[in-house]
């Protein structure tokens, strides 16, 4: 095929090392692309880190810190944590746009590295405030906010087009990966170390991912995809590549709407494990492991899931819902922990499929701006969720809560399966507007 010695060429160039068609085509893309790889391996550590803070620190709030109204201080925490990823889109799609990848991730690594040193220092002292807990979630979910979003748009500098879904795959493992090490980690370090262990290891994740980052080589990549140097063209405003971008607008708005309801599983979660299963930290490592697990497992198989993508989703969603709703039922820790896995595996699947359907349609030019907006979408629901499950479980139980997000999940999922025919397939990407149309 045509397309290997273009490979080769792209492989010397991103590791340094030739290697033939069939040598690259046997070996797995972290082993024989080293910049990805490492660059991946950033992305495990920040994304772990950033997610044993918030699993951590929401089960210290539940157990230890706060003795009232823990629905709500939990549900608040969340809810600054997933703020920057929305109240910053704009500032993150501009940074991206301008400031070459490598440095905005090593920085945004670093910077989070040094808030968590910051944390742990004070907590080691004693005295730690609520606030300043808050305050550590809000530094580091900032620099999360630029992270995630820059890291999906190198993707085309560290791999082949080739690889680009394979890439993708990994990638969006890696919120899996982050989601089951946070969940086996963060509980259960803040029960053994408090709040200070807790920050002491997001630290040297943090730093590490930065070391990892700036280790890495990038390629530049013109406008049309091909490596070169060409002048980068005029970026355009970030409501308008949405507005042109109809079918992908429409996933967005359904996605948003299902987050109101998925996102407040990790509210859900420690209000559960102490009012309805009456666990520790063990226990809420076990079901976020679970849910991590699944998420794991469906963003490796999320590509062999038949169908439209529209079709797909809607399934998964609606497979979703009723794997939410289970526990409100049945109150027994591995009916729950199942229900988990299955939640987590339908959302790792929807999003491989969904996100490497965007890399596809959406130009090169026009990816910064539209994965900070769809990250700001997808993100706007998320404080909602935090707040409104976090108040609601001061009052109604745990169990309750989780019927209301199956059956929130519903109208969404039908939603989705209504688009039908108007979104493309993967393989037949939307076209790309003219220069005349923008």
Same mark, same amino acid.
């Given at each position: 095929?045509?397309?290997?010695?273009?490979?080769?060429?792209?492989?010397?160039?991103?590791?340094?090392?030739?290697?033939?068609?069939?040598?690259? &085509?046997?070996?797995?893309?972290?082993?024989?692309?080293?910049?990805?790889?490492?660059?991946?391996?950033?992305?495990?550590?920040?994304?772990?880190?950033?997610?044993?803070?918030?699993?951590?620190?929401?089960?210290?709030?539940?157990?230890?810190?706060?003795?009232?109204?823990?629905?709500?201080?939990?549900?608040?925490?969340?809810?600054?944590?997933?703020?920057?990823?929305?109240?910053?889109?704009?500032?993150?799609?501009?940074?991206? +746009?301008?400031?070459?990848?490598?440095?905005?991730?090593?920085?945004?690594?670093?910077?989070?590295?040094?808030?968590?040193?910051?944390?742990?220092?004070?907590?080691?002292?004693?005295?730690?405030?609520?606030?300043?807990?808050?305050?550590?979630?809000?530094?580091?979910?900032?620099?999360?906010?630029?992270?995630?979003?820059?890291?999906?748009?190198?993707?085309?500098?560290?791999?082949?087009?080739? =690889?680009?879904?394979?890439?993708?795959?990994?990638?969006?493992?890696?919120?899996?990966?982050?989601?089951?090490?946070? #969940?086996?980690?963060? @509980?259960?370090?803040?029960?053994?170390?408090?709040?200070?262990?807790?920050?002491?290891?997001? @630290?040297?994740?943090?730093?590490?991912? #930065?070391?990892?980052?700036?280790?890495?080589?990038?390629?530049?990549?013109?406008?049309?995809?091909?490596?070169?140097?060409?002048?980068?063209?005029?970026?355009?405003?970030?409501?308008?590549?949405?507005?042109?971008?109809?079918?992908?607008?429409?996933?967005?708005?359904?996605?948003?709407?299902?987050?109101?309801?998925?996102?407040?599983?990790?509210?859900?979660?420690?209000?559960?494990? &102490?009012?309805?299963?009456?666990?520790?930290?063990?226990?809420?490592?076990?079901?976020? #492991?679970?849910?991590?697990?699944?998420?794991?497992?469906?963003?490796?198989?999320?590509?062999?899931?038949?169908?439209?993508?529209?079709?797909?989703?809607?399934?998964?969603?609606?497979?979703?819902?009723?794997?939410?709703?289970?526990?409100?039922?049945?109150?027994?820790?591995?009916?729950?922990?199942?229900?988990? +896995?299955?939640?987590?595996?339908?959302?790792?699947?929807?999003?491989?499929?969904?996100?490497?359907?965007?890399?596809?349609?959406?130009?090169?030019? =026009?990816?910064?701006?539209?994965?900070?907006?769809?990250?700001?979408?997808?993100? +706007?629901?998320?404080?909602?969720?935090?707040?409104?499950?976090?108040?609601?479980?001061?009052?109604?139980?745990?169990?309750?809560?989780?019927?209301?997000?199956?059956?929130?999940?519903?109208? +969404?999922?039908?939603?989705?399966?209504?688009?039908?025919?108007?979104?493309?397939?993967?393989?037949?990407?939307?076209?790309?507007?003219?220069?005349?149309?923008?």
């Amino acid at each position: 095929m045509t397309a290997a010695p273009m490979a080769e060429t792209a492989d010397t160039e991103t590791d340094g090392q030739p290697r033939t068609g069939a040598g690259r &085509r046997r070996a797995p893309l972290i082993l024989r692309n080293r910049a990805f790889a490492a660059v991946w391996l950033g992305q495990v550590l920040t994304q772990a880190a950033v997610r044993m803070f918030q699993v951590g620190v929401s089960w210290w709030i539940v157990a230890y810190a706060v003795p009232e109204a823990r629905g709500l201080a939990s549900g608040l925490f969340m809810a600054v944590c997933t703020l920057p990823a929305v109240a910053l889109a704009p500032v993150v799609a501009g940074a991206v +746009a301008r400031i070459a990848h490598r440095s905005v991730l090593r920085t945004a690594a670093a910077a989070a590295g040094a808030a968590s040193a910051a944390l742990a220092l004070w907590a080691y002292g004693g005295g730690l405030p609520l606030t300043a807990v808050y305050a550590a979630g809000l530094a580091l979910a900032t620099c999360q906010a630029f992270f995630d979003p820059c890291l999906t748009t190198s993707v085309p500098e560290l791999v082949d087009d080739a =690889d680009i879904e394979t890439a993708t795959g990994f990638e969006l493992s890696t919120q899996s990966l982050a989601g089951l090490a946070g #969940a086996l980690l963060g @509980a259960l370090t803040v029960d053994r170390a408090g709040v200070a262990g807790l920050a002491a290891g997001c @630290a040297a994740a943090y730093l590490g991912a #930065a070391v990892l980052v700036a280790s890495a080589r990038f390629r530049t990549v013109a406008a049309d995809g091909a490596d070169g140097g060409a002048a980068p063209p005029r970026r355009r405003p970030l409501r308008r590549i949405l507005a042109e971008l109809p079918s992908v607008r429409r996933i967005l708005i359904c996605f948003t709407a299902a987050n109101l309801f998925t996102a407040a599983v990790f509210v859900v979660i420690p209000l559960y494990t &102490r009012s309805v299963l009456f666990g520790g930290g063990g226990t809420v490592a076990l079901l976020e #492991a679970s849910l991590g697990t699944g998420a794991l497992v469906g963003a490796f198989t999320g590509t062999r899931v038949p169908g439209r993508p529209t079709v797909a989703g809607a399934w998964c969603l609606g497979l979703m819902a009723l794997a939410l709703a289970m526990p409100g039922l049945f109150a027994q820790r591995p009916v729950v922990a199942g229900c988990l +896995a299955v939640a987590g595996w339908c959302a790792g699947a929807v999003s491989v499929r969904f996100v490497a359907l965007f890399q596809r349609m959406v130009p090169t030019a =026009d990816k910064p701006g539209f994965f900070a907006v769809m990250q700001a979408v997808l993100g +706007a629901s998320l404080p909602v969720a935090s707040l409104v499950f976090g108040s609601a479980g001061d009052f109604l139980s745990p169990q309750t809560l989780c019927l209301v997000q199956g059956i929130g999940l519903l109208p +969404a999922a039908c939603a989705l399966a209504l688009l039908g025919s108007r979104t493309p397939d993967p393989a037949v990407p939307e076209p790309a507007p003219t220069g005349g149309e923008r």
